[in-house]
């Protein structure tokens, strides 16, 4: 099942500009536990 948008959610090309940063984060970090995207 997909989830309905939300206005807040990021273009494919704003995410593109913010997920190498987020991926800095440790492994072990509470964010890893869900989809980054998603967060």
């Not at 072990?28 to 998603?38: F, G, M, N, P």
């Amino acid at each position: 099942m997909k989830r309905r948008p939300y206005p807040s959610d990021v273009s494919d090309e704003e995410w593109a500009f913010v997920m190498p940063y987020l991926t800095l984060l440790p492994l072990d970090a509470a964010q890893h536990k869900y989809d980054l995207r998603e967060v």
